[in-house]
C-alpha cells in the first residue's frame, strides 16, 4: 500500500508573518504591504495585530487635513472624527523585526547547504 503525503500549497501562518515583514522593509502603506504579501484585507488585519503584539512592526497613525483640491468637503470615505481631518496609517519595522528576518534568511542558507 502506497501512502501519498499532499504537499499543501497554502503558507503557513510563520510563512506569512515572515512574508509580511519582508515587504514591510519596503512599503509602509497597509494596501500596498497587502497587495504584495498576496493577502486578504481580513487577513493583513490580523497578521498586522499579531506583529504589533509581538512588537515585531510598529504602526502610526498620521492624521492630515485635505488639501485644497476639493472643494467643499472632502469624500464620506476620508472623512474620520473630526469632518476636515482624516487618517493614514503606516506600518514601519522594529530592530526586533530586522533581527528576525536576518535569523531566518541565515537558518535558511544554513538549510540549503
Not at 502506497?2 to 497554502?10: A, D, E, Q
Not at 510563512?15 to 497587502?34: A, G, H, N, Y
Not at 498620521?62 to 506600518?91: E, G, M
Amino acid at each position: 500500500m502506497v501512502i501519498l503525503k499532499v504537499v499543501s500549497s497554502r503558507r503557513s501562518n510563520k510563512e506569512l508573518l515572515f512574508d509580511i515583514l519582508k515587504v514591510i522593509q519596503s512599503e509602509s502603506k497597509p494596501t500596498r504591504i497587502m497587495c504584495r504579501a498576496n493577502l486578504s484585507w481580513q487577513a493583513a488585519q490580523k497578521s498586522f495585530s499579531t506583529l504589533e503584539k509581538l512588537k515585531l512592526i510598529s504602526k502610526e497613525v498620521i492624521r492630515k487635513t485635505p488639501k485644497k483640491r476639493w472643494k467643499k468637503q472632502p469624500p464620506v470615505y476620508a472623512l474620520s472624527s473630526h469632518p476636515r481631518t482624516y487618517s493614514v496609517i503606516r506600518y514601519y519595522i522594529t530592530e526586533k523585526g530586522k533581527e528576525v528576518i536576518s535569523a531566518v534568511k541565515s537558518l535558511d542558507s544554513m538549510l540549503v547547504r
